[in-house]
Nanobody, 126 residues
């Protein structure tokens, strides 16, 4: 089983940057995908980005592509989400999640992921 814990959230002005980290522990293998999702009150969790633990492929939602970058450091068992040019609409609780990779279409859905962190709040002021 994989355990994840996010950190790095906070309050930032529009146009600013934040870097979220996801500490990964437990039995994670090279075929895993680390996904990033966000959620606001009353809404479902929204796909933000994903990266394959083995490296190479990363994926982004249209709303963050070009502004956010997902990376991973296998040696440190850490995944990160660099968020630049933040907008007020990026305000949400951000989660990292893990799942063994099987099909690329599945990584965009929160229902695919079996392991989740508790989340970290990101607030972007206008």
């Amino acid at each position: 089983q994989v355990q994840l814990v996010e950190s790095g959230g906070g309050l930032v002005q529009a146009g600013g940057s934040l870097r979220l980290s996801c500490a990964v522990s437990g039995r994670i293998f090279s075929n895993y995908v680390i996904g990033w999702f966000r959620q606001t009150p009353g809404k479902e969790r929204e796909f933000v980005a994903a990266i394959r633990w083995s490296g190479g492929a990363d994926y982004y939602s249209r709303s963050v592509k070009g502004r956010f970058t997902a990376t991973r450091d296998n040696a440190k068992n850490t995944a990160s989400l660099q968020m630049n040019s933040l907008k007020p609409e990026d305000t949400a609780v951000y989660f990292c999640a893990a799942v063994p990779y099987s099909d690329v279409s599945g990584i965009f859905s929160s229902r695919t992921y079996g392991s989740w962190g508790p989340g970290t709040q990101v607030t972007v002021s206008s």
